[in-house]
């Protein structure tokens, strides 16, 4: 497994410093100016789990499953180590969404990061068992949808709290703490569920 999860690493690494200059630009404007981190944080979410879809368009052109199926439990370990990326792909959204809330000032910053970090996890959750079923190029036709709904809801919430003063100026109920919770959970569902197609992919 930790050789799969290097090799994803290695394949979002030209993404990851892009990713994380941009973050850095925004998250220096969201500390000094009025600028919002709101939906700096959402897009955050949606490209780092474009960045992970991604990586299953680069396993259709280098026949990747096909290298897995020839190693011990070779498919099986892969996608333990995709799962294991997302989840700390979650652990490193959360730490930056509640690093830019201490910064700002704001109340709730624990909530907040929980709100994103479990958001992204129920997200990767759906996400990941539709790339398993159909490939890096259908499921990102299959997602179209999903996507377009998810960002519409994030898009007004983010608007409502933009109006209301800023994620950062907001306090959100203690119940999102649960949320990572409920994230970890259903991924660990979802993780199942991608085991049992790769299984059935080995029939």
């Known amino acids: ?21 941009l973050i850095a630009v925004f998250a220096i404007l969201a500390v000094f100016t009025d600028f919002s981190v709101a939906y700096l944080s959402i897009y955050l979410v949606v490209l780092a789990m474009s960045s992970v879809m991604g990586l299953f368009s680069y396993d259709d052109m280098s026949r990747w499953t096909a290298y897995g199926a020839a190693a011990p439990a070779g498919r099986m370990a892969m996608v333990d180590g995709r799962y294991l990326l997302t989840l700390l792909i979650s652990v490193g959204i959360s730490a930056f969404q509640l690093l830019i809330s201490l910064l700002e000032g704001g109340e709730g910053a624990l909530p907040i990061a929980a709100l994103y970090g479990g958001g992204f996890l129920l997200y990767a959750a759906v996400t990941l068992p539709v790339c398993y079923q159909f490939g890096g190029t259908k499921a990102r036709t299959v997602m179209i949808l999903i996507v377009a709904v ?46 049992e197609i790769m299984r059935r992919k080995e029939l």
């Open 150 to 195: 998810t960002a519409a809801v994030m898009g007004m919430g983010a608007t409502a709290l933009q109006i209301s003063g800023g994620f950062g100026r907001v306090s959100l109920p203690a119940p999102f703490l649960l949320l990572p919770l409920a994230g970890i959970a259903a991924l660990a569902l979802s993780w199942r569920g991608s085991l």
């Open 1 to 21: 497994m930790t050789g799969f999860l290097k090799r994803d690493f290695y394949l979002m690494e030209t993404n990851l410093r892009f990713y994380l200059l």
